[in-house]
Each structure stands twice: as C-alpha cells, then as structure tokens.
Nanobody, 115 residues
C-alpha cells in the first residue's frame, strides 16, 4: 500500500516561489506516472502537471512556463517548483499517480498567493 505525503506549501505574495514535495512510502516507488493536482475553493480538483518514470512531462496550460515537475526515484519523491505565482494558483495541492487512485489521496498542502 502506497502512502503519499505532500509538504512545502505556504503563503506567498504574487510573483513568489514555492517548492512542493511529495514523499512516497509503504512500497517501492514503482508508480510510472506521478502527478500534481490542485483544488481551489468551490472548484473541481484539476491536474497541474505529471511526470513519467523516465522524465516525460506534461503541464496544464495555466502553469506552463511557471511550474516545473521533477522526480527523484532513488528518494521516492516528486517535486513541484512553482515560480511567478499568481493569486489564481491558490489551492490545496495534492500528489497522486496518473490516472489517479482514490486510495492514494493524502492531506494535501495549502498554497496561498495573496498580497
């Protein structure tokens, strides 16, 4: 059973940066595609970025050029570097495999972008 734990969220001003981490435990980090998702108040959860085991990436148009996803298979960790943050990036950020597994949702980490 895989457990995923997100960390690194916080409050920043517009234009700021944050780096989120997703640590996997409970079994070997064998998930092929890992994704970062977010859910803003009153909105559906959406895919932000995903990365394959071999480094292929995808980004939602809303974050392309500002966010960068990476993974360290040896450390069982996936990262999301978020730059040039905007108020509309405010949300709870989650990691999960892609496509998602309902069993893998963690607590998420809150990101708030506000002046």
């Amino acid at each position: 059973q895989v457990q995923l734990a997100e960390s690194g969220g916080g409050s920043v001003q517009p234009g700021g940066s944050l780096r989120l981490s997703c640590a996997a435990s409970g079994s070997p980090f064998s998930i092929n595609i890992m994704g970062w998702y977010r859910q803003a108040p009153g909105k559906q959860r959406e895919l932000v970025a995903r990365i394959s085991r071999y480094g292929g990436t995808y980004y939602a148009d809303s974050v392309k050029g500002r966010f960068a996803i990476s993974r360290d298979n040896a450390k069982n960790t996936v990262y999301l570097q978020m730059n040039s943050l905007k108020p509309e990036d405010t949300a709870v950020y989650y990691c999960n495999q892609f496509p998602v597994s309902v069993d893998y949702w963690g607590q998420g980490t809150q990101v708030t972008v506000s002046s």
